[in-house]
Protein backbone atom coordinates (compact mmCIF):
# COMPACT_ATOMS: atom_id res chain seq x y z
CA UNK A 1 0.00 0.00 0.00
CA UNK A 2 1.27 3.72 -0.59
CA UNK A 3 1.76 5.84 2.27
CA UNK A 4 2.46 9.27 2.86
CA UNK A 5 4.28 10.88 5.89
CA UNK A 6 2.47 11.72 8.78
CA UNK A 7 2.87 15.60 9.87
CA UNK A 8 1.19 14.94 12.79
CA UNK A 9 2.75 12.31 14.51
CA UNK A 10 4.95 9.22 14.25
CA UNK A 11 4.44 6.45 11.81
CA UNK A 12 2.66 6.74 8.10
CA UNK A 13 -1.11 7.27 7.04
CA UNK A 14 -2.45 5.65 4.20
CA UNK A 15 -2.15 7.51 0.93
CA UNK A 16 -5.44 7.33 0.43
CA UNK A 17 -6.38 9.02 4.06
CA UNK A 18 -8.54 12.31 3.64
CA UNK A 19 -6.80 14.46 6.40
CA UNK A 20 -7.79 18.10 7.24
CA UNK A 21 -6.45 21.18 9.84
CA UNK A 22 -9.13 22.39 11.15
CA UNK A 23 -7.62 24.70 13.94
CA UNK A 24 -4.41 26.10 14.35
CA UNK A 25 -3.21 27.63 17.25
CA UNK A 26 0.40 29.71 17.83
CA UNK A 27 1.43 28.02 14.86
CA UNK A 28 0.69 24.42 16.18
CA UNK A 29 -1.85 21.85 14.69
CA UNK A 30 -4.17 21.39 17.42
CA UNK A 31 -7.53 19.70 15.66
CA UNK A 32 -7.85 17.43 12.92
CA UNK A 33 -10.12 15.88 10.59
CA UNK A 34 -9.01 11.95 9.36
CA UNK A 35 -11.32 10.25 7.17
CA UNK A 36 -14.55 12.35 8.50
CA UNK A 37 -13.31 11.95 12.05
CA UNK A 38 -12.42 14.18 14.48
CA UNK A 39 -9.02 14.44 16.89
CA UNK A 40 -7.91 17.24 19.23
CA UNK A 41 -4.23 17.91 20.46
CA UNK A 42 -4.06 16.27 24.70
CA UNK A 43 -1.28 16.37 27.08
CA UNK A 44 -1.19 12.90 28.85
CA UNK A 45 -1.44 13.39 32.91
CA UNK A 46 1.26 11.33 33.75
CA UNK A 47 3.88 11.31 31.06
CA UNK A 48 2.70 14.36 29.70
CA UNK A 49 3.70 13.93 26.62
CA UNK A 50 1.22 15.23 23.64
CA UNK A 51 -1.09 12.97 21.68
CA UNK A 52 -4.41 12.90 19.02
CA UNK A 53 -7.12 11.79 20.72
CA UNK A 54 -10.93 11.65 19.37
CA UNK A 55 -13.18 14.25 20.41
CA UNK A 56 -15.71 12.16 21.38
CA UNK A 57 -13.74 10.69 24.03
CA UNK A 58 -15.24 11.12 27.59
CA UNK A 59 -13.25 12.87 30.37
CA UNK A 60 -13.11 9.44 32.84
CA UNK A 61 -11.72 7.22 29.87
CA UNK A 62 -9.28 10.20 28.49
CA UNK A 63 -5.63 9.66 29.86
CA UNK A 64 -5.40 13.78 29.41
CA UNK A 65 -7.01 13.12 32.90
CA UNK A 66 -6.14 12.90 36.58
CA UNK A 67 -9.51 10.81 36.56
CA UNK A 68 -8.03 8.08 34.36
CA UNK A 69 -5.24 7.39 36.46
CA UNK A 70 -6.12 7.64 40.14
CA UNK A 71 -9.13 4.81 39.20
Known amino acids: MLTKENRFGEGFLPADTKEKVLEVKDGIVTKKEVDGKVYYRARC ?27
Do not use: L, V
Not at 46 to 60: A, L, N, Q, V
Open 45 to 71: AMSGKRFWEDEGTPFYSSISSEHYWCC
